[in-house]
């Protein structure tokens, strides 16, 4: 596996690749690896001649500093996480000076509305940051696909829309939630967890579960309380939202129609680690 530690290595090392006609897939991540990034490498591996992944916490997607500074970093031990799989051909390691040569900020986008929706009204411009740091990573690795999970269906949609609106050739695939045996999302911000919080936390894929039965044949207005009532009984855990949306404009509705397909939406604080979790509605 390649260890590319700057964008002109980056460069050398596409160009040889294209020259060759290889088909590449892409995932950038923010490290803190687990399985469920070597999910979206095992999609990518089937799909592409190259995989490529990149590691890279991105400063102008994070509303709060103390956030940022706390975001879990071992670049060496996701290095071997991914040497191990054997799913990887290259990692890109970029410093801030390669993503942004001139100032340390964000573009600002047109989601056409995506961006005002849920995780957008708590953290304004994050998707900006987003957007940015995913285009200009786009625009150096040159993918043909490029790999994200459901478990940020919003981020997903986003970087959709962004390819479309800037008429990138890159096909945008999700990849379906990776969980832990006990049904909890996996994530970075897991690691801040204490063994016996994430036992805990597996409430919140239980909800979901009850939330896709109840959805057959309760209101939407019923399935909140529901949902509020579980959490007003669990300590060391705060439910920050909860919604229905529809999954193509995701805005939430009270109300449904049977040809729109809709996704529960959950955000749980537990002990101070923001878990976000979604599923589709049957």
């Known amino acids: ?25 892409f995932a950038p991540t923010m490290g803190a690896l687990h ?39 071992d670049t060496d031990h996701d290095i071997t996480i991914l040497k191990t799989s054997g799913l990887v051909d290259a990692v890109y390691l970029p410093q801030v000076e390669d993503i942004y040569p001139e100032k340390t900020e964000s573009q600002s986008y047109d989601y056409d509305g995506l961006e005002n929706e849920m995780e957008g009204k708590s953290r304004p411009g994050h998707f900006d940051g987003v957007g940015t740091v995913v285009e200009e990573l786009f625009r150096q690795v040159k ?7 459901e478990k940020d ?13 800037k008429q990138l050739p890159i096909k945008v ?10 049904g909890l999302a996996l994530s970075s911000r897991n690691q801040r967890l204490s063994e016996t919080r994430k036992e805990d936390a597996r409430i919140i894929f239980e909800t979901l579960t009850k939330v896709n039965e109840w959805f ?9 309380k529901n949902v509020n009532e579980i959490f007003d009984n669990q300590t060391n855990m705060e439910l ?8 193509n404009t995701l805005k939430e509705t009270d109300q449904r129609e ?10 749980v604080n537990v002990d101070g680690v923001r878990l976000i979790d979604n599923m589709h509605l049957n």
């Open 216 to 224: 057959k044949n309760t209101s939407i207005v019923n399935i909140k």
């Open 153 to 165: 269906y919003q981020q997903l949609a986003i970087i959709k829309k962004m390819v479309e609106k």
């Open 143 to 149: 993918p043909d696909n490029a790999y994200f999970g």
């Open 258 to 267: 049977e040809k729109n397909p809709y996704r529960a939406f959950i955000v």
């Open 35 to 73: 399985n469920g990034h070597l999910s979206l490498y095992e999609t990518a591996r089937k799909e592409n001649d190259l995989v490529i992944s990149s590691i890279f916490v991105n400063p102008t997607q994070f509303n709060n500093a103390e956030d940022l500074e706390k975001y879990p970093r």
């Open 173 to 182: 695939k999700g990849v379906s939630i990776y969980r832990a045996e006990n």
């Open 1 to 25: 596996m390649e260890v590319l530690k700057n964008k002109k290595t980056l460069q050398d090392f596409i160009e040889r690749q294209k020259e060759m006609g290889k088909r590449i897939g």
């Open 240 to 247: 920050e939202y909860f919604l229905i949306a529809d999954e």
